[in-house]
């Protein structure tokens, strides 16, 4: 099962600027209602993009320092990152289907 995995600022860097794999980063915290319907949508694309896409999940409550530097004011937050650069943002609740349609874009 290929469920996201949890990153912090210091494993920021590493695990998606320079991961050779698209990545979605979903920036959430433990009180967020919101961040608790998205979780279970990332965990499915999680499993049908395994090998072609890397989930992450940061908790913005204990890393303040990437969500301030990519001006995350509102979560869940899900960002696209495609060869290190920004390549999407996605601010609260999305339908799967639009998620997909996201990733979709960040592949081709």
């Known amino acids: 099962?290929?469920?996201?995995?949890?990153?912090?600022?210091?494993?920021?860097?590493?695990?998606?600027?320079?991961?050779?794999?698209?990545?979605?980063?979903?920036?959430?915290?433990?009180?967020?209602?919101?961040?608790?319907?998205?979780?279970?949508?990332?965990?499915?694309?999680?499993?049908?993009?395994?090998?072609?896409?890397?989930?992450?999940?940061?908790?913005?409550?204990e890393n303040p320092s990437i969500p301030t530097q990519f001006s995350i004011r509102s979560i869940p937050s899900l960002l696209i990152f495609k060869g290190g650069e920004l390549h999407d943002t996605i601010v609260g609740f999305r339908p799967k289907s639009d998620l997909k349609k996201r990733l979709e874009a960040a592949l081709a």
């Open 1 to 61: 099962m290929a469920a996201p995995r949890d990153i912090t600022d210091s494993t920021f860097e590493s695990e998606v600027i320079k991961s050779d794999l698209p990545v979605l980063v979903d920036f959430w915290a433990p009180w967020c209602g919101p961040c608790r319907m998205v979780a279970p949508v990332v965990e499915e694309l999680s499993e049908e993009y395994a090998g072609k896409v890397n989930f992450f999940k940061m908790n913005t409550d």
